[in-house]
């Protein structure tokens, strides 16, 4: 399917996911033990009710807090351009934002690894985003200075005065002044060209002791209860995406192997969790409902965002083409019979004492 020319309006009768139907059940390791359990009461809503339903979910939501390319009405970075293919505007923030609140839902907090508060003196955010993240832990943690980086200045203008910010690529050669007692890396999937090389550096980067965390995931959905068919748009969509994005060689799905990355790397008492992030509010659990009415707010709200460039670029879809299809993958986002989901890896390990 990457690198075709045909649109949806032709071909989307006759497209199937190149995955296949994903179904599965959870392995030993997952942090949520035994199949999601579904809200039956919510699969006989009607479209109407079911809009409601969602905007409920809006109410616990925190408001969002250079010369720019603009490509499909969207903006994009222009520090190394290119580099990074979703947008950087004020709808990109809040669907960064909504990501935020999922992660933090699922694992109960902003962190896992056992951080001793007292011997937190730097602390490193990679690809900061909103810079949400690091005020957090500017605020949590006084005492240290926290440094924030990403390709994009989106970083908040009213931080705590030990929270820095910085323009910088990741993934060329690091300068910093001083080690850290802590790096953390969350959401890089699809951005990064290689994931070896970032680890290794992050842990060169580590004080004797320090830790790293990473937070990411494995983007392609599944369901559990086969509920989500290989020709069902929403598989379609994010199957061709992921695609496009190897084509880049960008991995989209990086969670499942950071383990033997930070293995490799030489990290030791490494911890790995995983957790199913459900999409939509399907889930009988409040919290996975929460999370999912969250997880659809972020996917429906940036469809386009994370759809035209990549779809336009490397697989030469026209515009009007792909806004076809992506009404039909909102019709399936929609629908309370699909369960669809995708994992979230959270993994974390500890630099060796000298």
């Keep these: 399917m990457t690198g075709t020319k045909k649109g949806p309006a032709t071909t989307l009768a006759s497209l199937q996911s190149p995955r296949g139907a994903l179904v599965g059940t959870p392995p030993a390791d997952t942090a949520q033990p035994g199949l999601i359990e579904v809200d039956d009461n919510l699969i006989n809503d009607t479209d109407s009710a079911i809009d409601e339903n969602f905007s409920v979910y809006t109410a616990s939501l925190a408001s969002s807090v250079v010369n720019y390319p603009i490509e499909n009405g969207r903006r994009y970075h222009a520090y190394r351009a290119g580099r990074y293919s979703r947008p950087n505007d004020e709808m990109e923030m809040d669907r960064l934002l909504l990501i935020h609140d999922i992660i933090t839902k699922l694992i109960g907090g902003l962190y896992l690894a056992p951080i001793n508060k007292t011997k937190i003196r730097r602390v490193l955010d990679i690809g900061t985003g909103t810079g949400i993240w690091a005020v957090s832990i500017a605020d949590a943690f006084p005492a240290a200075i926290i440094i924030g980086n990403d390709l994009s200045a ?201």
């Design 154 to 354: 989106n970083m908040p203008n009213l931080a705590p005065p030990n929270a820095k910010f910085e323009i910088d690529d990741v993934e060329s050669p690091w300068f910093y002044e001083a080690k850290f007692d802590w790096i953390f890396c969350r959401y890089m999937a699809a951005s990064i060209y290689d994931w070896p090389k970032l680890v290794n550096n992050i842990f060169e980067n580590l004080e004797p002791g320090g830790w790293a965390e990473f937070q990411d995931f494995d983007l392609q959905y599944y369901s559990e209860d086969g509920s989500l068919a290989d020709d069902d748009p929403l598989l379609v969509w994010i199957s061709t995406l992921l695609d496009a994005a190897r084509s880049l060689k960008r991995d989209p799905n990086p969670g499942s192997k950071l383990e033997g990355w930070v293995k490799d790397a030489g990290f030791e008492n490494i911890v790995h969790k995983r957790y199913r992030v459900p999409i939509g509010p399907w889930p009988k659990d409040p919290t996975l409902k929460q999370v999912g009415a969250h997880n659809y707010m972020q996917i429906n709200g940036g469809l386009e965002g994370l759809t035209l460039r990549l779809y336009t670029s490397v697989l030469h879809w026209k515009e009007d083409e792909i806004l076809v299809f992506l009404a039909q993958v909102r019709k399936s986002l929609k629908n309370p019979n699909v369960h669809a989901m995708f994992d979230l890896h959270v993994v974390y390990g500890q630099k060796p004492e000298e």
